[in-house]
């Protein structure tokens, strides 16, 4: 497996042009506030601004256009590193350089380029905009890369579906150790539970009823451990058989402390039957069953907030995530494979239907982003001993509308509607809040024995 | 017989380029490498530099040992081929070396003037490291230094004999040093300089005969007077070297004749580099574009199209391009000279500093780039070439463009590919 490296992303929307990671960078690597020294050069461009500076290739160019071997990029860190012992200032790297990221600074006498800074570039940190961001997810890439994707090839998914990423990441981290429940729901129905007397997957696997995973899971984690062996139970299981039918079973493992790790992928209905509505489908969301039509203009209700119905079963580990915070999933989930070694650990990870919310398929991680980034979804995580945090701050969301206006299923929503959603996010941001401020004293208070 | 599905012919950089783009494909065939260097790869681009002592010999090598097995290639120095025929090559010593698929990136060889006394005068090339460590071997005790040809070696040589301290003089044909790359305005800049650094350049001027001196040479020129010299370089151009591929039914005009996949009119063999005579983007008939850049993209294509790649992409066309840095000054030459276009909607932006040394000529053909040129004048080279292969329409922003080169070509690259 190959390496993945960090990177710096620039969002040109963003940047009002203030010119502050130029006079970083400068002052970073030349002790002078010219901007002719800054590695990274915004440039005025139509009432916008645009960027040149090193990419750090991939397959570099400017590093096959060197005579004198001055140019390399580093195996670990991905920069491309340049040997001043060795350049002969023939400037035949700028040629082979397509985006101005690699110069000749008059000053210096010698060619300049972004070197990240040894892992914390100052421009990153000078960008009060956030239009310039430090990309270091290649580090779960680097870290997991090489574990062991535990399902086949060939998962069989809607078009643009994020669980086939939920699916493959949680598993490989999980590892062969593992007996795996998934439920009916979209993650047997791409093929995890296999064809033709065939698993889809390299552990045992099995389809449990949507009644009874949690039941299932707490036998056969109990009979491994009798058996002297650390197997662990995982589910993983659609919103549909963790929030309605399958609730029962599950409120009473978590009651009673068993060592299972629950996944939940969460895509706020009964998708793969044909969209009908679970107790997770948002108000006023259109599904089969809580048509749009001359009266009817979807669902009545508020979802059912699930993981802070498992957090109130004082449950070992209990988050949220989104595939669009892969680092922020990451952790939470190596927590939870901790925590279920000693009790119940529930995950829920939010997944965006392209099919059955009716958006584009190549839109999945976005749409899961801006789920967050309007404090529609909120990141947090508790654990009877801490309470609950948030991991990811609240403070500034977008419009609601950006996130509603993508997806089809919200399409007829009225203003009241949306005035009522708006009052729900709300709400729930204040008692999340209210939660994550008050909860560890109040936990830690009825703390169980 | 020894058996090698690809077979590579040459170790510089359109070599090394194809090798890279074989592996991002094929990780399992096996590659060979042959080279008649005695040595790992280098780039004759780093000569000047290791004969003036900037460059340590030892620390010039393109690859090492180590990159070759990692990407388990065997790299062979000193193989010479002799011969070419379906499915083989003949080495000098007689043994063959069968292939499924043939690059040939042998480059080019100095090529001799033909002045009477030639032959019987000690005299230096610079094409080898070889070469350029018995020119430095040289030097010690050289106080005059004769320089045939003003072209890139001939300028680089000079400057670093100059530095060391040698009386140099420089013997060029046409009227102005460097005619490849810059014209008459740019180059009287970088003749000034050289003249202040003490280097005689002598334009429009031959040697009409020479006699050795000792370890240098008596040189006679056509108008008359005779130059004396410690120490004698040619560095009167290059060409590639095609008598091996006599019989082979390899076609072959001043190069070896190669289409958009660098492919030669034999199956299976591909040439790319300074060996290769390719599409032009301006020019009609097929040219050699002996440049390192251009070799690196040949050798590219050549190898995505030897291991059957499908990303492969057809070259575009040679385009003239250097950069040229003189005592402490810089000069970039992008794209073609308006005498190399049509008559017709070709437009010539000046902007000429002699006293500051600074200079800069745009030449559009219609609202594209055709061509820039600049001594100390900021544009990133690399930005200005793909402007010309995407023939970028500059119609919208041509006054920008004119007036801030740079600064326009950054914000339509950041636009175009971002």
Not at chain 2, 130 to 140: I, K, Y
Not at chain 2, 144 to 164: D, F, P, Q, R, S
Not at chain 2, 269 to 277: K, L, M, R, Y
């Amino acid at each position: 497996m190959g390496v993945a490296f960090e990177t710096i992303a620039f969002q040109n929307e963003l940047c009002d042009g203030c010119n502050e990671c130029m006079t970083a960078c400068a002052r970073a690597k030349a002790q002078s506030d010219d901007f002719v020294h800054s590695r990274i050069q915004i440039v005025a461009a139509d009432g916008g601004h645009e960027l040149a500076m090193c990419r750090q290739c991939g397959d570099p160019e400017c590093v096959l256009d060197c005579p004198a071997a001055a140019l390399a990029k580093d195996e670990v860190t991905g920069v491309i590193e340049w040997d001043d012992t060795k350049c002969v200032n023939c400037l035949m790297c700028t040629v082979g350089c397509a985006y101005g990221g690699i110069v000749y600074d008059a000053g210096a006498g010698h060619v300049i380029k972004c070197d990240l800074c040894e892992g914390d570039p100052a421009c990153v940190k000078a960008c009060s905009r956030g239009a310039l961001k430090h990309i270091t997810s290649s580090r779960i890439y680097n870290e997991v890369g090489d574990l062991e994707d535990l399902f086949v090839p060939g998962l069989a998914g809607c078009q643009g579906c994020n669980s086939e990423l939920v699916m493959r990441h949680t598993l490989r981290r999980i590892g062969p150790e593992a007996v795996l429940a998934t439920p009916p729901g979209c993650v047997p129905g791409m093929g995890s539970v296999g064809y033709n007397g065939l698993t889809g997957t390299k552990v045992p696997v099995f389809h449990p009823l949507l009644t009874n995973t949690a039941s299932m899971l707490t036998g056969v984690r109990r009979y491994y451990k009798r058996m002297g062996r650390d197997v662990m139970a995982v589910a993983l299981a659609g919103d549909g058989g963790t929030a309605d039918v399958g609730f029962q079973s599950l409120s009473g493992a978590a009651e009673r402390g068993e060592e299972i790790l629950y996944i939940c992928i969460d895509n706020e209905g009964y998708m793969n039957t044909g969209m009908q509505r679970s107790g997770c489908t948002p108000y006023g969301a259109w599904t089969s069953t809580t048509p749009v039509g001359e009266r009817s203009r979807g669902k009545t209700q508020d979802a059912k907030n699930l993981p802070l119905l498992m957090m109130m079963h004082r449950c070992e580990y209990v988050a949220t995530a989104s595939t669009a915070f892969m680092q922020d999933l990451y952790g939470k989930l190596d927590r939870a494979i901790q925590a279920s070694k000693q009790g119940f650990a529930y995950l829920h990870i939010y997944s965006p239907c392209t099919t059955g919310w009716r958006f584009p398929s190549d839109q999945n991680i976005e749409v899961a982003r801006k789920a967050v980034e309007t404090n529609f979804v909120l990141l947090w995580e508790y654990d009877p001993r801490s309470g609950l945090r948030l991991t990811r701050n609240a403070d500034a969301p977008l419009p609601l509308t950006d996130y509603m206006k993508v997806l089809g299923k919200f399409r007829h929503v009225s203003q009241e509607q949306i005035d009522h959603i708006e009052r729900s996010v709300a709400e729930n941001l204040r008692f999340i809040k209210g939660l994550a401020a008050g909860v560890p004293a109040v936990i830690a208070a009825a703390g169980r024995a | 017989m020894e058996q090698s599905h690809y077979l590579i012919v040459g170790a510089s950089h359109a070599a090394l380029s194809a090798l890279h783009a074989i592996r991002l494909h094929d990780s399992e065939k096996d590659i060979t490498i042959i080279t008649r260097d005695d040595s790992l790869p280098y780039s004759p681009t780093v000569l000047p530099y290791v004969v003036s002592g900037r460059s340590h010999p030892e620390r010039v090598f393109l690859r090492n040992a180590e990159y070759f097995s990692k990407q388990k290639v065997n790299y062979r120095p000193r193989a010479q081929v002799a011969s070419l025929r379906k499915g083989a090559v003949r080495l000098t010593d007689g043994s063959e070396i069968g292939y499924e698929k043939l690059l040939l990136a042998t480059g080019a060889a100095p090529v001799l003037p033909s002045i009477p006394g030639l032959p019987e005068v000690r005299f230096h090339v610079l094409r080898t490291l070889n070469d350029a460590l018995a020119l430095r071997e040289a030097l010690p005790g050289v106080k005059k230094a004769l320089v045939l040809g003003g072209g890139l070696i001939g300028m680089h040589a000079a400057e670093n004999l100059a530095t060391a301290g040698v009386e140099v003089t420089v013997v060029e044909k046409e009227q102005h040093v460097l005619p490849g790359y810059f014209d008459a305005d740019a180059a009287a800049i970088i003749e000034k300089i050289f003249a202040a650094k003490g280097v005689r350049i002598l334009t429009g001027a031959c040697v009409a005969g020479c006699a050795p001196r000792g370890e240098g040479c008596y040189a006679a020129l056509e108008n008359g007077g005779v130059l004396v010299a410690d120490l004698l370089l040619v560095a009167t151009g290059v060409a590639p070297v095609t008598d091996f591929l006599d019989g082979s039914g390899v076609e072959t005009d001043r190069g070896v004749l190669v289409d958009d996949t660098m492919l030669t009119s034999v199956e299976n063999v591909w040439a790319a580099g300074d060996v290769a005579q390719a599409r032009g983007f301006f020019a009609a008939d097929k040219i050699i574009n002996g440049i390192l850049p251009d070799a690196v993209d040949q050798g590219r294509i050549a190898g995505m199209a030897m291991a059957g790649d499908p990303q492969l992409t057809e070259y575009a066309g040679g385009v003239p391009l250097n950069t040229y840095t003189f005592f402490g000054q810089q000069a970039a030459s992008i794209g073609v000279q308006e005498g190399a276009l049509g008559e017709r909607g070709v437009e010539v932006h000046r902007e000429l500093d002699a006293e500051r040394n600074r200079y800069l000529k745009i030449v559009l053909e219609g609202d594209r780039l055709a061509g820039i040129f600049a001594i100390n004048g900021a544009f990133d080279p690399g930005v200005m070439w793909e402007l010309i292969l995407r023939r970028v329409d500059l119609g919208a922003v041509k006054q920008s463009f004119l007036a801030s080169p740079q600064q326009t070509a950054r914000a339509i690259m950041s636009k175009t590919w971002r």
